[in-house]
């Protein structure tokens, strides 16, 4: 939100009043609480008929500084509040004449009494990362009365802004107004589905602001040198993040706010889903599933859009009678062929729906200041809306899921949850401001928290469109509503790189385009980008997306990829269990590995899948492609060739090949089954190994994610020697321009070309 007309007026009806000096310092070993005047005080007159901002500084993790800013501190909170993990920290203050410090871990926050207002905040070698200067801390009303608490922090020279969810507008976010306001707005405008309010900096810090209703963005807009975030509110609280790397501002940040659960092995196979519109029964599912077997495609789950259940009745969680007339015995058919099962669901409940009275009747769905139920004709007829702050109403909820899974379904996709309204009362009193974004967290919290009760942690996996600041608990999100064209993938992709960039470890979107049929081109460029994902999901709205719908090269491509990303595996679930852990998303901005390349910092049409593979999706029919490849020599995945970087290159792919290109000094683990995700990795296990420095350990984890085998890279003289712990399995070696050698428990590999 703007609050200024340009540089020196205000807009109509707006006052703002901007913290000016210190008044009084309260200092103890670990907190810093200042009380700042909104004018200069010449004279004790001048502490009449005027505010104090009360601004506190404080640590709840390492390398983490928290900013509270108030004005009014009397008004009544109501949740809904984030859920943060406080840390073990040491954070200490330290006072010098008129300065004084808090520390924690590499971040330092300092002010001085003595100068005009500020805060600066220095890393662990003293180098200023940004700083609160004099407009920066403020409140400001406008004409309706509304009450705003807004904080700016400068902006460097060169320095890039990113994240703030999954946002399909300009990766970089410098010059944007962004709104934390979910919204059901499709890929191609400024709403989004997953609204995160943190940003990350190119300078090495991250800052997450800790309210969980609107946040208003001004990136560089309103004043060209700020982030300027504002609620309205009379309270303001926000979070610097140290780096110094982007993975560890991550990680902190990550730390803070939930890191995401393991999804399952078999998730990361290929989807395939009825789309939503088509009409489908069981005999369409079987002849997909048929048809997918007999084209040799790798299948791993088979996903129910909505209607598999009666029209208009969504959700009452019951199987259409008249398409699905035996849905248990359909589903073991299904499963006896190795299948998973995914459902459709939303938290909406449609009048024509049973659940609807009984809903109604507990006191289950949200209701009006007037005790009248909450309800709308948009999506399905006179729906309404679940109650999750009611824990009986959450139990109700999980029931009707849980007779799908004694079913025999494994997962579901969590649909909607940005359509909430504002003018409602909620069970357990919370400001309908604050739950419109949080409510998304609760709807998740509640279907991926039944799914580990019955599945077993481990086995939980959602197919989830909303989100905010800490939904990355509860993987995996997908990107929504998106049109069936090449900019479309880009748009994806922009959304996706936004969302990793926002705590976010695993992401998918709809292969071929969710809106309209995608011409075979797009639909095959799609194939190679969306099984270099994180998840690969085929779906469609108006019409179906298995593959020989376009074509038997579309057959081609689907298999060829679904088989690549499953000898990939052993890598691919590395980089998954890295997530959980860490915090650093499987699918990963340029950014976040060579953060020091400044040529990386702008990319958006490429990414890093885990740490070592470069991809590079096609978005022409013809195949042409321009990306950049960082210092050294990468070798394509699929061909074996060498470039230098660093560098741009400009390249023209078939349908069969895009940019795929391992870093230089890998040791990638490849598996031999290419038939299933979830198959024996160190069956037939292949380590190819990149020329260039690194050649660091490699470890390949179990399906639970724990080490299975590791093995050690050591170059001596002119051979490479590989040793195997965890396991006696034979592995082979494979060194790009030179030659292989298998063996168990150590393998050496002479550096000569020809062997």
């Not at 300009?170 to 934390?180: C, L, W």
Request: hydrophobic share 35%; glycine share 10%; with cysteine.
């Amino acid at each position: 939100m703007k609050f200024t007309d340009g540089f020196w007026l205000m807009r109509d009806g707006v006052h703002a009043s901007y913290a000016t000096e210190v008044r009084d310092l309260h200092v103890s070993d670990d907190h810093v609480t200042a009380y700042a005047a909104v004018r200069h005080v010449e004279h004790r007159g001048h502490t009449l008929n005027s505010p104090l901002i009360t601004v506190e500084c404080f640590s709840p993790a390492e390398g983490v500084i928290g900013v509270r800013t108030t004005h009014h501190a009397g008004k009544a909170h109501r949740g809904p509040d984030f859920a943060l993990r406080s840390g073990l920290h040491a954070a200490k203050t330290r006072r010098d004449g008129s300065v004084t410090e808090l520390t924690s871990g590499p971040l330092t926050v300092r002010l001085d009494r003595e100068g005009p207002w500020g805060l600066t905040f220095l890393d662990a070698d003293g180098r200023r990362l940004t700083g609160v200067e004099a407009k920066g801390t403020a409140f400001a009303t406008t004409a309706d009365g509304a009450h705003h608490m807004v904080a700016q922090l400068s902006l460097g020279v060169g320095e890039y802004v990113y994240g703030l969810g999954e946002r399909f507008t300009p990766y970089v976010k410098n010059g944007q107004s962004v709104d934390i306001w979910q919204a059901d707005g499709g890929t191609s405008s400024e709403q989004a589905y997953k609204n995160v309010p943190f940003h990350l900096s190119s300078r090495g810090y991250g800052v997450f602001v800790n309210h969980p209703g609107k946040v208003s963005y001004e990136i560089g807009s309103e004043s060209v040198g700020q982030v300027q975030f504002s609620v309205e509110d009379q309270l303001l609280e926000y979070y610097v993040v140290a780096g110094p790397t982007p993975k560890e501002v991550l990680a902190r940040y990550t730390a803070l706010t939930g890191r995401p659960a393991l999804p399952p092995a078999w998730s990361f196979g290929l989807w395939l889903t009825t789309s939503f519109c088509t009409p489908y029964d069981e005999e369409t599912v079987t002849a997909f599933v048929d048809g997918m077997a007999e084209r040799n495609i790798p299948l791993s789950v088979f996903h129910f859009d909505c209607f598999w259940m009666r029209e208009y009745q969504w959700s009452d969680f019951r199987w259409d009678p008249d398409t699905f007339p035996d849905p248990e015995g359909m589903l073991a058919r299904l499963k006896e062929r190795g299948l998973r099962i995914s459902m459709w669901i939303n938290p909406y409940i449609a009048q024509k729906s049973a659940l609807f009275e009984e809903g109604a009747r507990h006191g289950y769905l949200v209701r009006r200041p007037n005790g009248d139920i909450w309800q709308w004709d948009l999506w399905q007829a006179g729906m309404a809306l679940v109650d999750f702050t009611n824990p009986d109403a959450c139990a109700w909820f999980r029931s009707k899921l849980k007779t799908l899974l004694d079913q025999g379904v494994d997962c579901f996709k969590t649909d909607f949850g940005e359509r909430v309204p504002t003018d409602v009362v909620w069970h357990d009193g919370s400001d309908p401001e604050r739950m419109h974004n949080y409510y998304a967290q609760m709807y998740n919290a509640c279907v991926f928290e039944l799914l580990e009760e019955e599945r077993g942690a481990g086995e939980a996996v959602l197919f989830a469109r909303s989100a905010t600041a800490g939904g990355q608990q509860f993987p995996v999100h997908w990107g929504g509503d998106c049109f069936a064209s090449f900019e479309a993938m880009a748009e994806s992709l922009r959304g996706g790189l936004s969302l990793s960039l926002s705590g976010f470890g695993f992401w998918s979107h709809d292969i071929g385009g969710f809106e309209g049929t995608p011409d075979p081109e797009v639909f095959k460029r799609w194939l190679a980008f969306g099984l270099l994902s994180s998840h690969s999901r085929l779906h469609g709205n108006m019409s179906y997306r298995v593959p020989w719908e376009f074509g038997d090269e579309a057959v081609e491509v689907a298999r060829q990829f679904t088989e690549l990303k499953h000898r990939l595996m052993p890598y691919l679930y590395g980089a998954a269990v890295e997530a959980h852990r860490s915090g650093t998303p499987l699918m990963r901005p340029m950014l976040l590995e060579f953060p020091d390349d400044p040529a990386c910092r702008t990319l958006d049409r490429q990414y890093m899948l885990g740490p070592d593979v470069l991809v590079a999706p096609v978005f022409t029919a013809e195949g042409k492609v321009e990306f950049y490849v960082p210092e050294g020599v990468w070798t394509h995945l699929l061909t074996g060739e060498t470039v230098t970087g660093p560098g741009w290159r400009r390249e023209r792919h078939g349908f069969d090949s895009l940019p795929l290109y391992v870093r230089p000094g890998a040791v990638l683990p490849l598996g031999a089954d290419d038939q299933r995700p979830d198959g024996d990795w160190l069956e037939g296990l292949t380590l190819l190994v990149t020329p260039g420095r690194g050649h660091g350990p490699v470890t390949v984890p179990d399906h639970g994610g724990a080490p299975a085998a590791t093995y050690t890279v050591v170059r001596e003289g002119s051979a490479l020697r590989v040793s195997a712990s965890g396991t006696d399995r034979p592995f082979r070696v494979r060194v790009v321009g030179v030659g292989s050698a298998r063996g168990t428990g150590e393998v050496t590999v002479p550096l000569t070309v020809g062997r």
